[in-house]
């Protein structure tokens, strides 16, 4: 029989929690580029308001469904769907959710190993970190030994529960990743020409401003906040009924997003101080930053290697966060649809994580044959779930709460059944069937490459 359901046991472990949950890789590797990308503080402004406008009553609409069924995500959406079809969009997230985990714990594995890597290799001239990256990348162990480890981790947290292991883990790793995150601010803000950095992030030209500008920011917003994976939803089912949803889900963007720009103000100032724009996409974090990194602290290698260290620690503990929420979307799934305990469901989840994401760290090495649609197996679950998958699922669920869901019931969790007054409920209705469906339509025909 499954476990009893538990909620978390205090307010500090919601926010912590899903705070968790939703910064990841998200804020301290994709916000940084996107924003270079994107022409700095003009792109933050419409980040704002994107967050304000979009994730936030999105992130409400997944509150909604799944405290009001104290269920995981799939059963959520199936109980507020009434048996309809749109209770497929519940078994959708799962799907994404774990598909995620799947090729997310590799990149988790590659920032962990980046801790120790200026001990173990000469990363002290650009082309030996570009070499570094490559053979590491295309090793067929290494990789798969880090992306093992981690969802082993995961599994050991998980099988805790969620006070005991969520919660609390939560409440250790979210205090730790802001010092951290302080540290290396400071270290960054101190070096010589860092103003021109802090500047381009926060004096905006809107003059670079383009459409695609607007559109990357809502995809961003979305991204950052891990909507439509199945997290949020299934957090909200462990919330207690006192929890106010539109404060907490308030509460927890303005947190992520501090955590996005603070990542900004770690990044820009050092690449700004040795003449290096950080606007290198993907390999930002594992090719530009240890490039960064040497430069600017040069005159002190040690120093370097500390703020090198501290960084990877930094983004490791983000990923680890984001990765336990996404491997709890799973576990409770199957935990109460095959009506297991919560430990044989985790055991579950971690020995197929664990296979498809050896198959996915392999096919970028020597095993490069493993493709679909051309594209290797990491990037084909990169792409079908980033690309297409999350935002066809953000779009349904404002839909459906917006158009088809039961009003009272809706109205009655927004409000903790009348305890408050709801007077944003009007305008969060007005978002959800109007500006988020329109708004994510736009970001997925934009990143498919039909706008």
């Known amino acids: 029989m ?29 916000f940084p580029y996107v924003t270079g990308e994107n022409g700095g503080a003009a792109f933050l402004v419409v980040y704002a308001l994107c967050v304000a406008l979009l994730g936030i009553p999105c992130m409400v609409s997944e509150f909604i469904i799944g405290r009001s069924a104290q269920a995981n995500t799939a059963r959520a959406f199936t109980k507020m769907a009434d048996g309809r079809p749109w209770k497929w969009i519940g078994y959708l997230s799962v799907f994404t959710g774990f598909a995620i985990t799947c090729y997310y714990a590799i990149v988790s594995g590659w920032c962990f190993h980046y801790i120790f890597a200026p001990f173990i290799s000469d990363l002290s001239k650009p ?17 798969v030994a880090w992306t093992l480890g981690l969802i082993l981790i995961c599994h050991f947290i998980i099988t805790r529960g969620v006070q005991k292991g969520i919660e609390k883990m939560s409440k250790i790793f979210m205090p730790m990743l802001f010092i951290l995150l302080l540290i290396i601010v400071v270290s960054s803000c101190l070096l010589p020409g860092a103003m021109e950095g802090l ?40 919330f207690s009924h006192e929890t106010n949803l539109t404060r907490t889900a308030v509460q927890i963007s303005v947190l992520d997003s501090m955590v996005a720009i603070i990542a900004g103000m770690m990044i820009f100032p050092a690449a700004f101080a040795v003449g290096i724009r950080p606007d290198a996409g993907a390999s930002l974090v594992f090719v530009t930053l240890p490039n960064v990194f040497n430069q600017a602290f040069s005159a002190m290698p040690f120093v370097g290697n500390c703020v090198s260290v501290a960084f990877y620690t930094l983004l490791s503990i983000a990923a680890l966060t984001s990765l336990i929420s996404l491997h ?68 349904l669920t404002c839909i459906f709460l917006g158009w088809f869901g039961p009003r009272d019931r809706i109205r009655a969790e927004f409000t903790n059944n009348g305890t408050y007054k709801g007077k944003l409920f009007k305008c969060y209705l007005f978002l959800i069937k109007f500006f988020c469906p329109v708004a994510i339509a736009l970001v997925f025909l934009n990143q498919i490459g039909i706008i």
């Not at 046991?9 to 804020?27: M, R």
């Not at 082309?127 to 990789?143: D, M, Y």
């Not at 500047?199 to 905006?204: E, R």
């Open 2 to 30: 499954v476990d009893k359901r538990v909620n978390f046991g205090s307010k500090i472990g919601v926010i912590f929690a899903t705070v968790g949950s939703a910064v990841g890789l998200g804020n301290v590797w994709r």
């Open 127 to 143: 082309e030996l970190v570009e070499q570094h990256f490559a053979q590491f990348s295309g090793n067929p162990i290494e990789p």
């Open 199 to 238: 500047k381009f992030l926060f004096l905006p030209d809107f003059s670079k401003l383009t459409a695609n500008s607007v559109l990357a920011a809502m995809g961003q917003s979305f991204y950052s906040l891990s909507i439509a994976m199945g997290c949020v939803c299934t957090y909200a089912s462990y």
């Open 328 to 395: 709890e979307v799973a576990t409770a799934f199957v935990q109460e649809e095959a009506n297991l305990t919560r430990k044989k469901a985790a055991a579950v989840v971690t020995c197929v994580a664990i296979i498809i994401g050896a198959f996915c760290s392999l096919s970028l090495g020597d095993w490069s044959w493993l493709q679909v649609a051309g594209m290797s197996l990491f990037d084909f679950f990169d792409y079908t779930t980033g690309q297409i998958l999350l935002p066809v699922i953000g779009f």
